[in-house]
């Protein structure tokens, strides 16, 4: 299995652009999650879907933040429009069960993001 | 979920034994204890999971006292590629949102 995907695993723009992150699950896993990295707050989690419907979408920080998940191998994260304090590495992760806290997260590589 | 609280950073050299504990004070019946791992520009990575007493696999094993209070990750022989963030979290089978705190940096040197 190649794990989970996530692309681009850089992107660098300019503040006020539309950022686009994306996330192909391993296949059979049936819950999603987005998260942010920052040295200042560490590793949040943004939101997670559970058989594509969103779950808990509190940890994203403001409306400028989406996620979508239009079937069960695919979701995005989007920034609209993006500022320089979006600047972090998004991971995404899936698991094969509901999204209990027992069940093992696989993370994907990361998408490191700077706003300029 | 239970506030758990691990130690900033340790330090180690190659071939030691390294122990972290993390203290979860409030941690609820139902929880599990679920230790993580993170290299230097990659996702976290599941190491081991525990109820109780002791739980070992090939990469570390984990202790848990009786009060379960506490609970201790224990790294084997570390090498320089131990080099990581390590991560304590506690939940239930019915709980979500795994919140990952600041988790542990071990700095393993030659």
């Known amino acids: 299995d190649a794990g989970v995907i996530q692309s681009p695993r850089h992107e660098v723009t300019e503040m006020g652009q539309e950022v686009t992150l994306r996330c192909k699950p391993i296949?059979?896993?049936?819950?999603l999650f987005w998260y942010r990295q920052t040295m200042m707050r560490g590793l949040e989690l943004l939101i997670y879907?559970?058989?594509?419907?969103?779950?808990?979408d509190s940890g994203m920080p403001e409306d400028r933040f989406s996620a979508k998940m239009p079937n069960a191998s695919f979701s995005t994260l989007k920034i609209q429009p993006s500022e320089p304090r979006d600047s972090a590495v998004y991971f995404c992760?899936?698991?094969?069960?509901?999204?209990?806290?027992?069940?093992?997260?696989?993370f994907g590589p990361g998408t490191r993001l700077t706003v300029l | 979920l239970a506030k758990t609280t691990q130690p900033i950073s340790m330090d180690s050299y190659e071939g030691q034994e390294v122990n972290i504990t993390c203290s979860h004070n409030?941690?609820?019946?139902?929880?599990?204890i679920t230790w993580y791992q993170q290299f230097p520009s990659q996702g976290p990575r599941f190491i081991i999971q525990?109820?109780?007493t002791k739980v070992t696999n090939e990469v570390a094993s984990l202790f848990i006292p009786a009060d379960r209070k506490s609970s201790t990750l224990s790294l084997p022989r570390v090498s320089l590629s131990d080099t990581a963030v390590y991560y304590c979290?506690?939940?239930?089978?019915?709980?979500?949102?795994?919140?990952f705190g600041g988790g542990t940096r071990l700095m393993v040197k030659p």
């Open positions: 992760a899936s698991t094969p069960g509901p999204g209990a806290s027992t069940d093992t997260q696989y």
């Open positions: 296949s059979g896993h049936n819950s």
């Open positions: 525990g109820y109780k």
């Open positions: 979290l506690v939940g239930d089978e019915a709980g979500n949102m795994l919140t």
């Open positions: 879907f559970n058989n594509n419907v969103p779950i808990d």
């Open positions: 409030n941690i609820a019946t139902n929880d599990y």
